[in-house]
């Protein structure tokens, strides 16, 4: 009778999804911070979630197989890690709400699917309350790799910048290579525009410090941004070089640019803005 | 003394009883590789200067990992076992280990030790097996290399090159089984990084371009998966005019501007006549500080 049923509390906490037609991030906060790298290794916060999601499991499988015993040992469990969880982040202290588990527990021990079906919706929703306002930002804080520490050799210097500061050497040789060619200097041009090539091209270095799939790379910095490069290398060391072939290369090329940024730029403002 | 009684066993055991006798159990447990070197020392203290035994404790491997939490860079630095073409799985075990001695040898399927040779090794099953000879041994973990290489249809393969021959030697240095075998073919365990010879680098002088060919290493110069070797090109430039000028280029195995094999690759100058230029070419190992001078070249534009 119940396995219908059953199979929508399993879908219940799937459906946790922004119901909001905008998303506001809030800074997570400083407790977190220990259970996270650098200061450990060990995701103890998320290893609970992880841990709470699959005693969640445990109940519903049980249940459907009806064994109630093997069900109310998981529930149990799952209140011993929920409360457990709660004393972690003294911030979040009233996301909690221990009575429910209880009665998640309470109802398991009357072996009643509706009862029980009833108090895991209300359980859950004090999970999916939580995770609306903070399992984002978590996520962009915690867990999205940081470019700070990434370094890019620069191929003009050779010297190592951070990836802001390589950001912006690279568009300053650019904005030369523009502005001489507006001012119809060809020799400046091509030497600023020969060295944001060099640039441009030892952006791809970066990509294996985080990806190790090559896929990743061709996607946004393959064979047409490649090709891109060379063409304008080869624009510019025309005779008398055509600014706006130049200018409609340099497009193409910016548009691996801002590829790349929608990916990864928006993670690394949240956590710029939330000083991590 | 211990000799006595060992070789009255031999008399009254037959090999395979033998076998059963001296055999270590422990070695089949996935040791970590310290304890190979009870027997096979020379091959440990080899190892130990490799870069297989720093793939997990090197400091870059652990900062660019994030101290080891980015899961999906680990299991090349400590794999579990090594076969052709396959990218290994993580260890559980001895991880600062790298890649070890069992990784490489110790197959589960078979539950022993694999290698080139054909051997009998009282204290653990061996099984010859010539996919060590062969580069598709490395390609799990190189797998840009030996891409790399299978395009150049150089026949040379990695060992030959980075595991070279060290000529017949003991596989063991331990009393008293060292007694009981010859010399055999060895090879390095180094696994030497070697240092393009300046004749590997073909440099010419075309007008206002400047010309690179990889004539001598079968892969790309410099090659990699996930480190990032570097190759630096400095030329002095002396124009017509009397002018100067010094350009620099940066050729790196991660931005795709490493030399291929036998593709030549044009870096252009500034324009004017040039006249002269030096050229000299500096690598970067990944794991390097230095940089290492390759080749030192001057060339002149011949006079119309």
Redesign the interface.
């Known amino acids: 009778m119940g396995f219908k049923k059953v199979l929508l509390l399993l879908t219940a906490v799937a459906g946790l999804s922004f119901s909001a037609d905008k998303i506001v991030l809030k800074k997570p906060p400083a407790s977190l911070d220990k259970y996270y790298?650098?200061a450990s290794?060990k995701f103890e916060f998320l290893s609970n979630m992880h841990a709470m999601s699959t005693a969640r499991t445990g109940i519903t499988v049980n249940i459907n197989e009806g064994n109630w015993e093997k069900a109310l040992y998981w529930a149990k469990e799952l209140k011993k890690i929920y409360v457990e969880t709660s004393k972690m982040v003294p911030e979040w202290k009233d996301y909690f709400k221990p009575q429910l588990a209880d009665n998640l527990i309470k109802a398991v021990e009357s072996k009643n699917v509706d009862k029980v079906i009833e108090a895991s919706r209300k359980f859950l929703q004090t999970c999916a309350k939580c995770h609306q306002d903070n399992e984002l930002a978590v996520k962009l804080t915690y867990r999205f790799?940081s470019f700070e520490?990434i370094k890019i050799?620069?191929?003009?210097?050779?010297m190592e910048y951070e990836t802001g500061k390589y950001m912006k050497a690279m568009t300053d040789s650019m904005k030369a290579m523009k502005i001489y060619l507006m001012q119809g200097e060809?020799?400046k041009a091509?030497?600023a525009g020969?060295n944001f090539v060099?640039r441009a091209?030892?952006?791809?270095?970066?990509?294996?410090?985080?990806h190790?799939n090559?896929l990743s790379e061709e996607v946004i910095v393959g064979k047409d941004y490649?090709e891109a490069l060379a063409k304008l290398?080869e624009l510019l060391?025309a005779e008398k070089p055509n600014k706006d072939d130049i200018f409609k290369t340099l497009g193409s090329i910016t548009v691996s640019c801002t590829k790349c940024h929608n990916v990864h730029i928006m993670p690394a403002m949240v956590r710029e803005a939330f000083g991590k | 003394m211990r000799l006595l009684p060992l070789l009255l066993s031999l008399l009254i055991l037959s090999c395979e009883k033998l076998e059963t006798v001296f055999i270590e159990e422990d070695l089949l447990e996935r040791p970590p590789s310290k304890r190979c070197s009870d027997c096979h020392a020379q091959i440990f203290e080899e190892w130990k200067k490799s870069r297989h035994f720093h793939a997990w404790t090197s400091e870059q491997f652990r900062v660019e990992s994030e101290n080891y939490t980015k899961t999906k860079c680990l299991s090349c630095h400590a794999p579990h076992q090594v076969d052709p073409y396959k990218k290994p799985t993580l260890r559980v075990e001895f991880k600062e280990d790298g890649v070890s001695c069992v990784a490489c040898h110790f197959k589960e399927e078979t539950r022993a030790m694999h290698g080139p040779l054909k051997v009998w090794s009282p204290p653990h099953p061996s099984k010859q097996d010539f996919s060590y000879t062969k580069s598709n041994f490395c390609a799990g973990c190189h797998q840009e290399t030996y891409k790399e290489w299978k395009l150049t249809k150089v026949e040379k393969t990695c060992q030959s090159c980075h595991m070279p021959s060290l000529g017949k030697r003991d596989l063991i240095q331990k009393f008293p089984f060292e007694l009981f075998h010859l010399a055999k073919p060895r090879t390095s365990h180094e696994f030497p990084s070697l240092k393009a010879k300046p004749e590997d680098i073909k440099v010419e002088l075309k007008g206002n371009k400047l010309i690179l060919t990889n004539v001598g290493v079968p892969h790309n110069l410099p090659t990699a998966d996930q480190g990032n070797p570097k190759l630096y090109v400095v030329a002095e430039l002396e124009f017509e005019d009397g002018r100067r000028r010094t350009v620099r280029k940066l050729l790196s195995a991660q931005s795709k501007t490493a030399l291929r094999y036998k593709e030549p690759k044009e870096i252009r100058l500034p324009k004017g006549n040039i006249v002269q230029a030096q050229v000299k070419i500096y690598r970067k190992l990944a794991w390097k500080k230095e940089r290492e001078l390759i080749k030192e070249v001057t060339l002149q534009t011949p006079s119309p």
């Open positions: 790298p650098p290794n790799p520490k050799e620069d191929p003009v210097e050779f060809g020799d091509q030497e020969l060099e091209r030892q952006l791809r270095t970066m990509c294996a410090k985080c190790t090559k490649e290398e060391s």
